[in-house]
């Protein structure tokens, strides 16, 4: 399991980095706690002290503050008189302990939320895709909840727990230790219980907590992709994929309900019947005159604010469960290497030749799909790729982008005679634009996306970028123009439209180096040639790289590529590779001949 790895000193140090902001808050909601449960306890000893001492005129020992309390307000007697003393006495500890509440809910709220906003703030910023999409976001959402609510609801009550128990025990000694020790005999075995219930149930909460995500990840999944479902006529096939999952994710919480609804039941037994040896032997030590009225009814008190400390024990180890899975689940994206520099962070000029030098490479636990590629691409020159399926063409611009780390000894990939290993990342991507083969569009409106890189961009600037991508006529027939809203992943759009917003998006950038990933696959052939005429026009001197099937995309290219299986097997100009003989003209062929008919 993933949380194998992950200390408990790396888990309890991120706990603390993500309380950074709210600890402050925290503490004031704790001590607002204590001032609560020291209200709890003042109650009953006021009580006490009216019914035994100042109604009863009983001699009880009190302590030395609380009689000097009693003679600054005139003595027993005097009290007795003036029983409304007593009763205001009552109503300022109601008061203390309303304002201590009202204290422990705003800053503990306040705290939580910040902590909230922590949590997701790192998580989003240390993110990786190693995990489905839905699983990620069940950890983003479901996970910092249940790590919230643990933080904010068991450990701020951490000191009432103490002070409670700790002066309910001391109280109820002063008043009878025999009643005393029968009232704690089921305390032991609540608390052995609780821990052993603890350890039980945390592997089914992390099996749970697993499948949540599972489920997550389907949903996102069918709802992003509900317009291949509906084409393919799979709605019945992955709805029964869904219920399946969802069965069986709701029979791991069933199974988990069974131990939950025994360890809560024999808690509530356990602490009824600990009332009920207060209530039966506290009634008969009052018959044979071993406890005062007074203490008698104090002690029922303490003993029923002491029930709530022992359940709350029991059920804070039950939380530490859940919240002990979700910190795991977390720490293991927290605990993901982040993308950083691995050389000099230089920032070169970024329009000189582009080399790659004898580059061979594999992803992760897979074969090797480059083998010993190597070509030089002049600064200012076009550059065409072909290959088939799987031939590592968008790899190799990966490569370029850095968006996966070329080892040493596997070549080296340079720009102007510098390695990119020693570019600054960011520097790197700032002045290389790519569009990909499948263009992602926000749910934003089409000036938005085009300018996402400047909300604050011109219009003019954007109208341009439109116009070279050949998008600004079609943008124009919409009833609302640029303000058009596009739907989540460009899903209001054709093809050719999001392949063509995505190109004005990137054309905004300036960028010395144009890649274009197959990105003109869903436009017709004269809407290809308009869009490669201006960017002609308008970036003669930057150096672009276009991947294509497209043999008419691909024919004013400077230098051509053919890659087969992760090779380079063929390169030169079109006219060159036209009469070659090789995989270039075979390609040719077919589509000229497809164009013909």
């Not at 992950?6 to 993500?18: A, P, V």
């Not at 995500?213 to 509906?230: P, Y």
């Not at 203490?295 to 604010?305: D, H, K, N, V």
């Not at 950083?340 to 970024?350: D, H, I, S, V």
């Amino acid at each position: 399991m993933e949380n194998n790895k992950i200390s408990k000193e790396y888990k309890r140090g991120l706990i603390w980095r993500f309380l950074k902001g709210s600890k402050a808050l925290f503490v004031l909601s704790m001590l607002c706690a204590a001032l609560s449960a020291l209200a709890d306890l003042l109650s009953p000893q006021i009580i006490r002290v009216a019914v035994d001492n100042v109604l009863g005129g009983k001699e009880t020992a009190l302590p030395a503050f609380a009689l000097r309390l009693v003679e600054q307000a005139g003595g027993f007697p005097y009290l007795a008189e003036h029983i409304w003393i007593m009763a205001l006495a009552l109503l300022a500890v109601a008061l203390l302990k309303a304002l201590s509440v009202f204290g422990y809910n705003v800053s503990k709220t306040k705290a939580a939320e910040t902590l909230v906003k922590t949590m997701r703030d790192s998580l989003y910023a240390h993110m990786h895709m190693k995990h489905h999409t839905g699983d990620i976001i069940q950890r983003c959402t479901s996970d910092i909840d249940t790590t919230k609510n643990f933080v904010a609801e068991q450990m701020t009550n951490i000191i009432r727990i103490v002070i409670l128990l700790c002066l309910s025990l001391g109280f109820m000694l002063s008043m009878s230790w025999k009643l005393t020790i029968i009232a704690v005999l089921p305390v032991p075995y609540i608390i052995v219980r609780s821990f052993h219930f603890h350890r039980k149930i945390g592997e089914a909460f992390m099996k749970a907590d697993e499948n949540e995500g599972i489920l997550s990840s389907m949903a996102q999944e069918n709802l992003t992709g509900v317009r291949v479902v509906r084409a393919f006529g799979a709605e019945r096939r992955e709805r029964d994929r869904f219920f399946q999952q969802n069965e069986y994710y709701t029979s791991l919480w069933m199974k988990l309900a069974q131990p939950l609804a025994q360890f809560w039941s024999v808690s509530d037994v356990l602490s009824g019947i600990q009332i009920l040896l207060i209530v039966v032997f506290g009634s008969i030590f009052c018959i044979r005159g071993e406890m005062l009225p007074g203490a008698y009814i104090a002690f029922l008190s303490y003993g029923a604010i002491m029930t709530w400390p022992v359940r709350m024990l029991g059920r804070m180890i039950s939380e530490m469960s859940k919240a002990g899975v979700s910190v795991d689940r977390i720490a293991y994206i927290m605990q993901a290497e982040e993308e950083k520099e691995t050389g000099k962070a230089l920032r070169p000029a970024m329009d000189g030749d582009i080399r790659f030098e004898h580059v061979s490479f594999a992803y992760e636990n897979s074969p090797e799909i480059l083998h010993d590629i190597d070509f030089t691409m002049k600064a200012g020159s076009t550059l065409g790729i072909l290959g088939g399926t799987g031939s590592g063409k968008s790899t190799l611009m990966l490569l370029l982008d850095k968006l996966y780390e070329l080892p040493e000894g596997c070549g080296c990939v340079s720009i102007g005679g510098t390695d990119i290993r020693d570019i600054e990342t960011a520097w790197l991507r700032q002045n290389i634009g790519m569009v990909l083969q499948e263009p992602y569009l926000f749910s934003r409106s089409l000036r938005e996306n085009i300018a996402i890189t400047d909300p604050a961009m011109p219009m003019d600037a954007v109208r341009e970028a439109a116009r070279a991508a050949c998008l600004d006529e079609t943008i124009e027939g919409f009833s609302k123009g640029y303000e058009t809203f596009v739907g989540e992943r460009g899903v209001t759009l054709s093809g050719g439209q999001k392949q063509r917003a995505a190109i004005a998006r990137m054309l905004t950038q300036n960028t010395p180096i144009m890649i274009f990933d197959d990105s003109l696959s869903a436009v017709d052939t004269e809407t290809d040639a308009k869009i490669r005429a201006a960017l002609e026009r308008r970036f003669g001197s930057a150096s672009i790289i276009l991947i294509s099937h497209r043999i008419t995309t691909l024919s004013k290219a400077d230098q051509i590529l053919v890659l087969d299986k992760g090779r380079v097997v063929e390169r030169g100009s079109h006219e060159e590779l036209r009469r070659g003989g090789g995989i270039y003209q075979q390609i040719c062929e077919i589509q000229s001949s497809s164009a013909d008919q």
